[in-house]
């Protein structure tokens, strides 16, 4: 699941997008660049995300920054 976007389907956070960037047995790491940066994602049980697509470009998630996880989801998933 590593590298794919996701979005939340229950807690506070419900509907939001994050780009995940680990993955343990039954939790994920999630990070969005503007409340959740790369330095302190939210960790989230498996089972109240929806995955949406894989991100298509780097995956060296040690080049990745802030910035370009914030641009890509505004980018590709809002209507603004």
């Known amino acids: 699941?590593?590298?794919?976007?996701a979005y939340s389907t229950a807690g506070h956070d419900k509907g939001r997008i994050?780009?995940?960037i680990k993955e343990e047995s039954d939790y994920v790491w999630l990070a969005d660049g503007e409340v959740?940066?790369?330095?302190?994602?939210?960790?989230?049980?498996?089972?109240?995300?929806?995955?949406i697509k894989k991100y298509g470009q780097e995956t060296d998630?040690?080049?990745?920054?802030?910035?370009?996880?914030?641009?890509?989801?505004?980018?590709?998933?809002?209507?603004e």
């Open 36 to 51: 959740r940066k790369l330095s302190n994602p939210k960790r989230k049980n498996k089972k109240h995300i929806q995955i």
């Open 61 to 79: 998630y040690s080049v990745i920054t802030d910035e370009k996880v914030k641009y890509v989801i505004k980018k590709l998933y809002c209507n």
């Open 18 to 20: 994050y780009l995940i």
């Open 1 to 5: 699941m590593t590298g794919y976007f």
